[in-house]
């Protein structure tokens, strides 16, 4: 069983869609965008130098004095940095699920690696979103939604994107938070059961416990 975003299936993929340009329809089999920790993002050391580094003086300037940004602190700090762009600001709820999707140590908060490792997911999601956007509405459709998900590597059934789409839809439209949020739910859970499918065939004994503690946090 190969998950989505992992190299075993689809190599190490960049960001950028070559040939494509913002708002313009992309082939059903075009690359795969890889959005997640195993496949390119790096893993950022202790050592790292902040020296020049523009996020972590977005970090920096709201971090409290532990050096981590909890739901509202990371709020705050994505909406001064400006990263949604032209969208609405996160909710404090897909803030709260950002966290959970990279809290290893489970502080409940994020350290600056962490953060540093989310900003790289957000900056793929949002150019992701851009990119099957293709009407410019600032929200993506069912059929979008569809093609940005099989754009992020994942092969879903469609009863199952008709059931997301009704998750975060409003009256049929996904704004740019709601899509944040269904990608850090789909990276999350997907990393949870990956992680207990030792075998790598798709199938999971969960413990009655285990399983509210996976999907809870999220």
């Not at 069983?1 to 059903?28: K, L, R, T």
């Not at 509405?137 to 069912?142: A, Y």
């Not at 789409?165 to 850090?184: E, M, Q």
Request: aromatic share 14%; net charge negative.
């Amino acid at each position: 069983m190969a998950y989505p975003g992992y190299e075993d299936e689809f190599g190490d993929f960049s960001i950028q869609v070559p040939g494509i340009q913002m708002g313009q329809p992309v082939p059903e089999t075009g690359p795969v965008i890889l959005l997640d920790e195993y496949c390119g993002f790096p893993a950022f050391s202790d050592a790292y130098s902040s020296a020049g580094d523009s996020v972590y003086t977005y970090f920096s300037a709201v971090a409290g004095r532990d050096g981590e940004l909890d739901a509202e602190e990371l709020q705050r700090c994505l909406t001064e940095s400006g990263i949604s762009g032209t969208y609405s600001p996160f909710s404090l709820e897909t803030c709260r699920i950002m966290i959970a999707m990279l809290d290893r140590d489970y502080t409940g908060k994020l350290g600056f690696n962490e953060f540093k490792e989310l900003w790289a997911a957000l900056n793929a999601w949002k150019q992701n979103f851009m990119i099957v956007d293709q009407d410019g509405s600032g929200t993506v459709e069912h059929h979008e939604l569809r093609q940005a998900i099989g754009l992020m590597g994942y092969r879903l059934r469609p009863q199952t994107i008709t059931t997301i789409v009704k998750r975060y839809s409003k009256n049929g439209r996904i704004f740019f938070d709601d899509y944040v949020a269904c990608c850090v739910k789909l990276r999350a859970l997907t990393d949870f059961f990956r992680k207990r499918d030792h075998l790598q065939q798709g199938s999971v004994n969960f413990m009655y416990d285990d399983f509210l503690q996976g999907t809870m946090a999220i």
